[in-house]
């Protein structure tokens, strides 16, 4: 049975229509399609640490993460919006399964090379493929949280779209980074297509520019370790992840090659 990676963003979370949770709900009985879904919550996370009044700071773009906002970390990603998913889909599917990356050994991870800077920020080093396909060969839709475990126990924050292309590439499937729009967009058109090449150029004229540089920087790494398609595709669009798996023009694909699609 083929699974397909689905990545959301913490910030599309509240916006994704009742159709798209039906839609992955029942891909199995529709397509013969086990779906994985991996969130993130940096949004949620900085509303609740100015709420609890935890001092947050950035360097780089990356969030000093602290024992103390790891708790809250930990609290808005593997409860509120790890939960909020898992009740959105049970609508559809009573086979959900929220986890962590902490749950099951899910993931381990190293400090990142910045870590004396900005704390307990991992990237993934293994991912226990075992306990993953035991989910879905059983019917379970994992929601996974991009939390993981080190050797020593400590956990770690992880940036959920290097979670997504971890498991990804552990389970040899394709990666959705779902999205609020239709695509990587150039005057107004949908770019179906694009390589390293022309990704390159693209973030060089400012077409690819803020959030969306590391989620094509994220999907050429997963291709480069063996994910065999990755895309960014709309949530919002009824119909948008049918069409895709259908092989249509719809969203932005991104491979290795040259190849275009019409």
Do not use: W
């Not at 994704?16 to 992955?24: D, N, R, Y």
């Not at 940096?42 to 360097?59: A, D, E, R, W, Y």
């Not at 870590?115 to 035991?134: K, Q, R």
């Amino acid at each position: 049975m083929q699974t397909i990676v689905f990545k959301c963003g913490g910030s599309i979370v509240d916006e994704l229509p009742e159709s798209f949770f039906k839609m992955l709900g029942s891909l199995k009985e529709s397509h013969g399609i086990a779906p994985v879904i991996v969130h993130g919550g940096g949004p949620m996370i900085s509303s609740k640490l100015k709420q609890l009044n935890v001092t947050s700071t950035f360097i780089d773009g990356l969030r000093v993460t602290t024992n103390e906002v790891l708790d809250v970390v930990e609290m808005v990603l593997s409860g509120a919006v790890n939960k909020q998913i898992v009740r959105k889909l049970s609508q559809f599917n009573t086979k959900v399964m929220g986890v962590s990356g902490v749950d099951g050994g899910l993931l381990k991870a190293t400090p990142v090379k910045k870590a004396s800077h900005i704390g307990y920020v991992g990237e993934v080093t293994a991912v226990n493929h075992d306990f993953l396909t035991t989910l879905t060969t059983n019917g379970y839709i994992p929601v996974i949280s991009p939390l993981a475990l080190g050797d020593d126990a400590q956990r770690y924050n992880v940036n959920a779209d290097m979670v997504a292309a971890a498991i990804a590439e552990s389970l040899s499937a394709p990666l959705l980074f779902i999205s609020d729009i239709p695509g990587v967009k150039k005057a107004d058109h949908v770019l179906h297509h694009l390589s390293p090449k022309e990704i390159e150029a693209l973030i060089e004229e400012g077409t690819i520019y803020g959030g969306m540089i590391p989620k094509v920087q994220s999907a050429l790494a997963a291709l480069e370790k063996g994910v065999p398609e990755v895309a960014i595709v709309s949530g919002l669009e009824e119909k948008a992840i049918h069409q895709f798996i259908a092989g249509e023009a719809v969203g932005t694909r991104i491979t290795l090659s040259e190849v275009s699609y019409v």
